[in-house]
């Protein structure tokens, strides 16, 4: 190490004690209104929980423990420095810990339900390996919905899972059920569905019955080869496994198809920033090559092909079954009394389907299963905007859980809430039959979010000293707002600040939120970079319906959606009733 290097490092360490241990100037202020002579007692600190916190349930015990996890200061109470460290500490985090409290006994169509697309892909759409390990991956994550595509195998004799048409080398289809055995209830005991997009031959479909069977054995839900005429409720199928797809149908030759580099490289990092493209603004996808494209999950839904025998054994297993019945937009949104059943429609062909029919979509989710996918151009496994599919009632919002960006933060975010069960009960609004709702309607303002950004810190010690510059300290700002509905999403950011490992913005920001029940708290950091592109420190993404008032300590992840060891924001969220 040069003499010039440590004498950097060492002025960084220096700087950052001294920094980490000054609190903004509204936290000193907080801490003497509920403190006398430097300390604030057990009963001060349980004033502060329920007064300026909001947690109305706190209780003086609640106080006690916080004192006791504060290592190293008096255990009657706390000076400044104590209550500086319990304030940015883990026992202080931004989202209520309520574990699963919706109502879990509504059919499963009252729900948006954690879904991946092509879940057995580590990479693009064109050429990644197929693998069971991304799909253990999502079930430890609580994802609910497992999607397989199943082909025959290059002797036609066995069933293995790829993308088909493509580059993608193969998984065993059996290799893939027995990870989701073992992984489905890992991370939430409500059921599993897996969604297969069938390419095969009836014995092949009979062979699939057999290893579904052996499998899963008593785990399995398999009603019979009938329709449902309402869908359990996702209490009622806790540790289940659902199987979803159309009813068999002709196996369709698979057509060889060569890619060129041009297609496979269509999404260069070059044309991402370092975190990932913004999320795009609802009905403004600006992608017009594909707007006539085929939908990749029912090539032959309309077609007059020749039935073969049906698998019965194959068929019995299916519970929710799928498809697109013929005609238009009209029929394929008929809500059935006497059935229910799953639509699947590309996230395009949602987006022109709601300027037209908008109310239709939303009275079809409140019986049906509509399922969203990514567009097929989509082959860098990049996603949508979500909210597109959840303000229309859509339950299995499909993401590349591989495809790392802003939009797959939002679904990150959605399904913290309910304690991360896979499971989020959609809002009364959108399963009232009478006034159906209308997402086109800008309604009044319902609730005002205020948001403090005090300050960070934590980067220092995650980070290597050189990562965001050689020779100074980084110059951070934030990005602060809301992913919602188009009348609700906004981001603002806040100033630079140079040459800082411990940023303190001390900036304000005001939400005006239509529909907070579907609304989310997005927060970034970054790194100005003069020369070059600016530099991701971090992000979280919140339910805003478990977002708890007061000055909170908000930790940061990575762009894969993985928290960091010790970088945090300490923020304020203030409710206020218009």
């Not at 085929?294 to 077609?303: A, F, I, N, S, V």
């Not at 999403?489 to 303190?504: A, G, I, Q, R």
Request: charged letters at 30%; proline letters at 5%.
């Amino acid at each position: 190490m040069s003499k010039q290097t440590y004498r950097v490092c060492f002025c960084f360490r220096r700087r950052f004690r001294v920094a980490v241990s000054e609190a903004p100037e509204e936290i000193k202020q907080v801490f003497e209104q509920y403190s006398e002579h430097g300390m604030m007692s057990i009963d001060g600190l349980h004033r502060f929980l329920v007064e300026f916190q909001k947690e109305n349930k706190a209780t003086r015990e609640d106080a006690q423990k916080i004192v006791d996890s504060v290592k190293h200061f008096h255990r009657k109470g706390l000076n400044l420095e104590g209550f500086f460290k319990y304030l940015f500490g883990d026992i202080n985090p931004p989202q209520a810990s309520l574990g699963v409290h919706h109502d879990m006994n509504a059919p499963l169509s009252h729900y948006f339900i954690h879904t991946g697309h092509n879940s057995y892909l580590t990479g693009n759409q064109l050429s990644s390996d197929c693998s069971d390990v991304p799909i253990i991956h999502a079930l430890k994550r609580g994802v609910r919905v497992i999607e397989l595509d199943i082909w025959p195998n290059s002797t036609k004799d066995n069933v293995d899972v790829l993308h088909g048409r493509t580059l993608t080398t193969p998984v065993e289809l059996i290799k893939c059920l027995k990870s989701i055995k073992d992984y489905a209830f890992v991370a939430s005991e409500y059921p599993v569905v897996i969604t297969l997009e069938d390419h095969l031959t009836p014995d092949l479909q009979a062979k699939v019955a057999e290893m579904v069977t052996q499998t899963f054995g008593d785990i399995l839900f398999s009603p019979g080869s009938e329709c449902l005429k309402e869908f359990p409720s996702p209490e009622s199928l806790k540790g289940r496994i659902i199987i979803s797809t159309k009813p068999p149908k002709e196996y369709l030759e698979a057509k060889e198809v060569k890619e060129n580099e041009n297609n496979s490289e269509r999404a260069k990092a070059s044309d991402e920033e370092a975190w990932g493209k913004e999320v795009p603004d609802l009905l403004k996808d600006d992608d017009k090559n594909d707007l006539g494209e085929e939908d990749e999950e029912d090539p032959d839904e309309d077609g007059d092909k020749p039935q073969h025998a049906l698998a019965a054994e194959y068929k019995r297993l299916i519970a929710i079954h799928a498809g697109k019945p013929k005609g238009g937009l009209e029929e394929c949104l008929k809500v059935d009394p006497d059935k229910v059943r799953r639509l699947s429609m590309s996230e395009q062909q949602l987006e022109k389907a709601a300027i037209t029919h908008g109310k239709e979509i939303v009275r079809f989710t409140q019986r049906n299963i509509l399922r969203v996918y990514p567009r097929g151009t989509r082959v860098d496994s990049s996603n949508y905007n979500p909210l597109i599919g959840w303000m229309h009632g859509a339950q299995m919002v499909a993401f590349n859980m591989q495809g790392y960006g802003r939009s797959l933060w939002l679904m990150h975010g959605m399904f913290k809430a309910n304690g991360g069960c896979g499971y989020l009960k959609k809002p009364d609004f959108l399963l009232n039959t009478k006034a159906v709702f209308d997402p086109t309607v800008k309604l009044p303002v319902k609730k005002i979010l205020k948001v403090t950004m005090y300050m960070g810190e934590g980067w220092y010690y995650d980070f290597h000293h050189t990562h965001f510059d050689a020779y100074s300290p980084p110059d951070f700002y934030a990005r602060v707002g809301i992913a919602g509905v188009s009348f609700d999403s906004v981001m603002k950011k806040t100033k630079t600040l140079e040459d800082n490992w411990v940023p303190c913005w001390n900036e304000e920001f005001e939400f005006h939120l239509t529909v907070p029940e579907l609304a989310l708290l997005r927060v970034e950091v970054h790194e100005y970079d003069m020369s070059e592109k600016d530099d991701f420190g971090g992000q979280t993404c919140l339910p805003i319906s478990e977002l708890r008032s007061g000055i909170r300590a908000v930790p940061l992840n990575s762009r894969k959606g993985e928290k960091y060891s010790s970088v945090k924001l300490l923020m304020r969220f203030e409710f206020i009733d218009p």
